[in-house]
């Protein structure tokens, strides 16, 4: 066997890895949003509003009406 018949075995890039690498760091970046949001509501910023902000009122009626009044 002469020197140039011998093949070159280059590593192939391993793309799962690269890909679970880059999950792993949207995964990160979303915990770390999702953290510094609570902890700012947490803290009372004025800018964010709060979830009750957020509801619909509910109705509640003063009295409820039994129909007509009879003397």
Not at 60 to 71: K, L, Y
């Amino acid at each position: 066997m002469s020197p140039n018949s011998r093949k070159t075995i280059l590593a192939t890039p391993n793309y799962g890895y690269e890909k679970r690498q880059k999950e792993l760091a949207k995964k990160r970046k979303k915990e770390d949003k999702l953290k510094s949001k609570t902890e700012r509501k947490g803290a009372g910023d004025p800018g964010a509003p709060d979830v009750e902000d957020m509801v619909a009122p509910s109705y509640t009626p003063a009295q409820a009406d039994t129909g007509p009044v009879q003397n």
